[in-house]
């Protein structure tokens, strides 16, 4: 098994860093309608299953590097300097040394969140994807996008899939070095696609996805089915979003996240991400969706919901979730 350390210096070869004064970088969050959930290596996050995820437009983060003045790196994160002790702050650090040069240069690290939930949906994501593209800029690399990926994605699964906006499937890969492990950006646009999300909570989860997606691989006898549910769901959502069929994706996506969480209550002891107000909304877009709204949800490793909608149900969607924030995927 290689270390991340030597996952990266395999990906930098031979590339000489070209070292720059400044870089900003955007990437999009992304919310997964075929989820990845368990890992082939629990050091590289490479993940058992392909993934497929839509990003959610201008909502994501910004990330910007330059030469600190001081001696050490320093993170600043929504305008405000870290303790460089802090789990954030230390996960960005730890992150940003895989790809130093020069264990001497200090740099600081601005990284600002946009989307407007206060748990920050997915923002490991669009952060890790944001910190990659920054780092590979400032320290002049030049790396193709599919490097991008494949480096996100030791800071987190779903990060590898935020380095593109629009649909994007991340592969499994087979390579025991996680080489073939990368993102791909699919060519399809849905202009009148939306994702809602609705907040249940703000707290932060009590257990990580890291922790969650060990805990139901080892003990969850229901997720030795997962893998035939996502292969079958990644066809099936691939199909409806070639056809732009919004059933098929809907339905697909909203029983994709379902199978996610039952393999997570079959874990033992159980993994319940959920919260009263999780089951009340479910059972709202449920009966919603009787009465004819054309309506799906999704939902990650927490207690908040992601609604599935388009266009022409967007009136009818605010007027039911008068809270709801609403994400344009393809601008
Ligand atoms: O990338 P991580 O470690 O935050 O895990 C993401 C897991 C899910 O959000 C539940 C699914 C996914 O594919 O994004």
């Known amino acids: 098994m290689l270390t991340k350390r030597d996952f990266v210096k395999k990906?930098?070869?031979?590339?000489k860093p070209v070292i720059s004064g400044y870089a900003e970088k955007f990437a999009p969050s992304n919310i997964a309608l075929c989820k990845y959930w368990g890992k082939r290596d629990t050091i590289l996050n490479l993940?058992?299953?392909?993934?497929l995820s839509v990003s959610l437009g201008k909502w994501g983060t910004t990330t910007s590097?330059?030469?600190?003045?001081e001696k050490e790196d320093r993170v600043i994160f929504n305008g405000r300097v870290l303790d460089k002790n802090s789990e954030?702050?230390?996960?960005?650090?730890?992150?940003?040394?895989?790809?130093?040069?020069?264990?001497?240069?200090?740099i600081e690290i601005?990284?600002?969140?946009?989307?407007?939930?206060?748990?920050g949906s997915a923002s490991s994501a669009s952060g890790f994807a944001a910190l990659t593209k920054a780092l590979d800029a400032f320290f002049g690399y030049d790396l193709e996008e599919k490097e991008l990926s494949l480096i996100a994605g030791l800071g987190s699964g779903s990060a590898?899939?935020?380095?593109?906006s629009g649909f994007v499937r991340r592969n499994r890969g087979s390579a025991e070095d996680g080489t073939d492990s990368f993102s791909v950006k699919l060519p399809y646009i849905w202009k009148e696609l939306r994702v809602g999300l609705v907040d249940i909570t703000e707290d932060k989860k009590s257990v990580s996805s890291r922790e969650g997606m060990e805990?139901?691989?080892?003990?969850?006898?229901?997720y030795r089915s997962w893998p035939d549910q996502a292969e079958r769901d990644l066809s099936l959502i691939l199909e409806g979003i070639k056809k732009k069929d919004f059933e098929t994706l809907g339905r697909r996506a909203e029983n994709n996240s379902m199978a996610m969480h039952a393999c997570m209550l079959a874990s033992d002891p159980p993994l319940l991400y959920w919260e009263p107000e999780t089951v009340k909304t479910i059972k709202k877009v449920f009966s919603l969706r009787k009465e004819g709204m054309p309506l799906y949800l999704t939902m990650d490793a927490g207690a908040n919901v992601k609604l599935l909608f388009e266009k022409e149900t967007e009136e009818d969607v605010k007027e039911n979730f008068p809270e709801?924030?609403?994400?344009?995927?393809?601008?």
């Open 11 to 15: 990906i930098l070869k031979e590339r």
């Open 65 to 69: 590097i330059r030469i600190s003045g």
């Open 47 to 51: 993940p058992v299953t392909d993934s």
């Open 215 to 222: 805990h139901t691989v080892k003990t969850s006898l229901l």
């Open 160 to 164: 590898s899939r935020s380095i593109y």
């Open 110 to 119: 601005r990284t600002e969140n946009n989307i407007p939930t206060a748990a």
């Open 324 to 331: 709801i924030k609403i994400a344009v995927p393809f601008i």
């Open 88 to 106: 954030f702050a230390s996960k960005v650090l730890s992150f940003s040394n895989l790809l130093k040069p020069d264990p001497g240069i200090s």
